[in-house]
């Protein structure tokens, strides 16, 4: 079994900054892309930011310039540095692995509120 365990979520006034985390554990030999989505309220799921292996990135237009992915091979882990936050990132924000050769896993969300 593998799991994806995020943290890093919580409130935030606009302007201000938060590091999410996502950790991957189990029976893992090796992580293909990572990367992170988020789901406002009434909205559907929207890509924020994916990472490759060779750390290779791709970002939504709405967060480039302020958000950056990186990733911990070694650990695992994928990280989105969100800076310069502002009302409208306000969402439950998800990671996603893919995890050869079981397939896509997804972690259980963190809420991450942009007060104005």
């Known amino acids: 079994q593998v799991q994806l365990v995020e943290s890093g979520g919580g409130l935030v006034q606009a302007g201000g900054s938060l590091r999410l985390s996502c950790a991957a554990s189990?029976?893992?030999?090796?992580?293909?892309?990572m990367g992170w989505y988020r789901q406002a309220p009434g909205k559907q799921r929207e890509l924020v930011a994916t990472?490759?292996?060779?750390?290779?990135?791709n970002y939504a237009d709405s967060v480039k310039g302020r958000f950056t992915i990186s990733r911990d091979n070694a650990k695992n882990t994928v990280y989105l540095q969100m800076n310069s936050l502002k009302p409208e990132d306000t969402a439950v924000y998800y990671c996603?692995?893919?995890?050869?050769?079981?397939?896509?896993?997804w972690g259980q969300g963190t809420q991450v509120t942009v007060s104005s």
């Open positions: 996603n692995a893919a995890i050869p050769p079981w397939g896509d896993y």
């Open positions: 990472i490759t292996v060779g750390g290779s990135t």
């Open positions: 189990g029976s893992i030999f090796s992580i293909n892309a």
